[in-house]
């Protein structure tokens, strides 16, 4: 990765406490480059309208940009526009998913399967659909190792298996998951599959059709672009059989006082006026992306995520969570230093300028699952140097010469 | 660096007063459930004067030097000086705390509130919670 790259986040110009921002956060969420922040201000200055009402050349250009900027996304993840849903973000996307796929798939008595790995994001929606619907939840159990268990994965599917949601990257374990040959196993119990896909989507090439899912969520905030703005992806057929989450504007056909119908897909999904600068922000978003190339955005993440595991593995009082191998990882590495709490760890870095995670990354039934309250954790983009990485290293020496 | 005064770095390896008491009058239990922070903080009251207190837990460095401080700030105080004590009198005597961690800081003292509390309604002592 060219280190000129760094010139195009004008925040990494940064101090914290006197010292050069090293923001080692990426996995919460994603520096913008100019262009992103550009593409948003231009079309507040220059374009901005509603879109998809007005019969006005204005509201007509705002809809262009809106609808063009769906069909970079869905290029981007190898779908075609109608199948590509605008939300406020992976969870509200979760949450469409599961309101619409309870009302349509889910009876009493059926059975819901997640992962202990899931962010909170992939896990309440479920919990909270399978009690509206009176189904009972599951959970497919990881391994010591932070991966998959994928005999109690097999058990744990059966013709009862209505849902199977689970993350393609676990945001705490780095674990990728093995979507592909999971999807084709729950299909085969009958399944629908459901991939959280917001800390895949964002660092490497991802092909919606070959992962083999039906919906899959995520956000543009951790894909370099704006807030507020996230994606459902699903199978147009899947999609149309499912209701609104919201309703309200602009997402109906019909409307009497006392009934209406549904727009198709995805304008059924997105009542009101839709994150429309956001969404033309993410497709300025998936230009800078492409224009590296997402193959070249995975090779700097392993490379990252390899000199971090290598520091991390090599020092005896730390503990890494997760895939020992790079390639077997997302951009991120989560660990404890012995007897330290993750919070005096990520405050000590902070004071030489370095942002971690430090807390349990809504993720407390995983970290349960290890018997830790918490962890620390460093993720990278396409803006993080190994230079960046060794001064980590180096500072939690000093943090761990601190304390210990 | 640190950025950790010495005062935090002091108790956190040299905790004062940690250990239960084997006759509080008050006792309470506060906890951080986002990052695991748990403090106890026992008193046992005399003559309206703090006899003794003891704090046990885990957590961060800062919560738990911040039990150890204040157990040495308030025993043979008088309890009515020690209701007195404001947030600011804890982290100002730990040398400040950066903002991001007040709420480590300051379990301690929520706790030795409850304990206080607790104490003027109970006679005999706490179970285990």
């Not at chain 1, 998951?177 to 299909?187: F, G």
């Not at chain 1, 894909?223 to 899947?238: A, E």
Request: proline share 6%.
């Amino acid at each position: 990765m060219d280190e000129r790259i760094r010139d195009d986040f004008p925040i990494l110009r940064r101090h914290e406490h006197g010292k050069p921002l090293v923001y080692l956060d990426s996995a919460a969420t994603s520096m913008k480059p100019s262009a992103v922040i550009e593409a948003e201000a231009d079309f507040y200055r220059e374009s901005y309208a509603n879109v998809r009402r007005g019969v006005y050349e204005l509201a007509a250009a705002a809809t262009d940009l809106y609808e063009g900027a769906r069909a970079k996304v869905a290029s981007f993840i190898g779908a075609r526009p109608d199948e590509v849903v605008f939300t406020r973000g992976t969870t509200e996307a979760l949450n469409l998913a599961a309101w619409g796929l309870g009302e349509t798939h889910v009876d009493p008595g059926d059975e819901v399967l997640v992962t202990e790995m899931e962010h909170h994001a992939n896990l309440l929606p479920w919990q909270e659909m399978a009690r509206r619907q009176g189904a009972h939840l599951r959970a497919a159990a990881v391994t010591q190792d932070g991966e998959l268990d994928r005999d109690d994965l097999r058990r744990k599917l059966s013709p009862r298996t209505k849902v199977l949601a689970l993350a393609h990257v676990s945001n705490v374990l780095g674990t990728v998951n093995p979507v592909v040959e999971i999807a084709a196993e729950a299909h085969r119990a009958g399944a629908v599959v459901v991939v959280d896909a917001a800390q895949s989507v964002p660092h490497m090439p991802v092909d919606v059709r070959e992962l083999g899912a039906d919906l899959v969520a995520f956000s543009g905030h951790k894909m370099l672009g704006p807030t507020g703005i996230g994606i459902l992806w699903g199978r147009n057929d899947l999609l149309s059989e499912l209701p609104p989450l919201l309703t309200g504007g602009e997402m109906v056909r019909e409307v009497w006082l006392n009934w209406a119908t549904w727009d198709d897909p995805p304008a059924r999904f997105e009542g009101g006026t839709p994150p429309i600068a956001q969404a033309i922000g993410l497709g300025a978003a998936v230009d800078y992306l492409r224009a590296i190339g997402m193959d070249e955005v995975r090779r700097h993440g392993e490379k990252l995520t390899a000199l971090a595991l290598d520091g991390l593995l090599g020092r005896p009082h730390v503990t890494v969570y997760g895939p020992r191998d790079p390639k077997a990882r997302g951009a991120l590495v989560s660990f404890a230093l012995a007897g330290i709490h993750p919070h005096d760890v990520a405050t000590l870095l902070d004071q030489e300028g370095i942002a971690i995670r430090a807390g349990h990354h809504c993720a407390q039934p995983l970290h349960r699952r290890f018997g830790i309250p918490a962890s620390c954790r460093a993720s990278f983009h396409v803006y993080t140097t190994p230079d960046e990485v060794e001064h980590f290293l180096a500072a939690l020496d000093r943090a761990w010469e601190a304390l210990r | 660096m640190t950025g950790y005064e010495e005062v935090i770095l002091d108790h956190w390896r040299h905790p004062r007063h940690k250990g239960r008491l084997p006759d509080p009058t008050g006792s309470a239990i506060e906890a951080n459930p986002l990052c695991g922070d748990v403090v106890r903080l026992e008193v046992r009251v005399e003559g309206g004067t703090i006899a003794d207190a003891r704090f046990s837990g885990e957590g961060c460095a800062i919560s738990q030097a911040a039990a150890s401080l204040l157990t040495e700030l308030i025993v043979g105080k008088p309890v009515a000086e020690v209701e007195k004590m404001k947030d600011e009198d804890l982290l100002s005597a730990l040398g400040g705390v950066v903002r991001t961690r007040l709420s480590c800081a300051l379990l301690p003292l929520r706790a030795l509130r409850k304990a206080l509390a607790s104490g003027a309604q109970r006679t005999s002592p706490p179970g285990e919670v």
